[in-house]
């Protein structure tokens, strides 16, 4: 059964950073696009960056942009999210996803079609 595992998420202070990572088993993980996503308390689920199957390209929404890097490794079947500079409405639970459209850093959630059961962060102020 293809999984996708997140880890790294926490409780950190406004302004802190946090490195979340997504591991991928049974899965030609290089073949897949690879992105986070975010859902804060009552609200829906949001896109905050995503990377292509070769990690050449990325995209980030603007509310992360210069704060959040998304990185992968291929050999490991894993993908990263560095985020600096930490705000309060970072605060949510974040959800790794894989998608088949390999080479487009695609900003939809109808991209992705394998989701990962998500981490919790917290930002305190």
């Known amino acids: 059964q293809v999984q996708l595992v997140e880890s790294g998420g926490g409780l950190v202070q406004a302004g802190g950073s946090l490195r979340l990572s997504c591991a991928a088993s049974?899965?030609?993980?290089?073949?897949?696009?690879m992105a986070w996503f975010r859902q804060a308390p009552g609200k829906g689920r949001l896109f905050v960056s995503a990377i292509t199957r070769s990690g050449g390209a990325t995209s980030y929404a603007d509310s992360v942009k210069g704060r959040f890097t998304i990185s992968r490794d291929n050999a490991k079947n894993t993908v990263y999210l560095q985020m600096n500079s930490m705000k309060s409405e970072d605060t949510a639970i974040y959800y790794c996803a894989a998608g088949g459209l390999g080479s487009l850093a695609s900003n939809s959630e109808r991209d992705y079609a394998l989701w990962g059961q998500g981490t919790q962060v917290t930002v305190s102020s």
């Open positions: 049974r899965l030609p993980f290089s073949n897949y696009a």
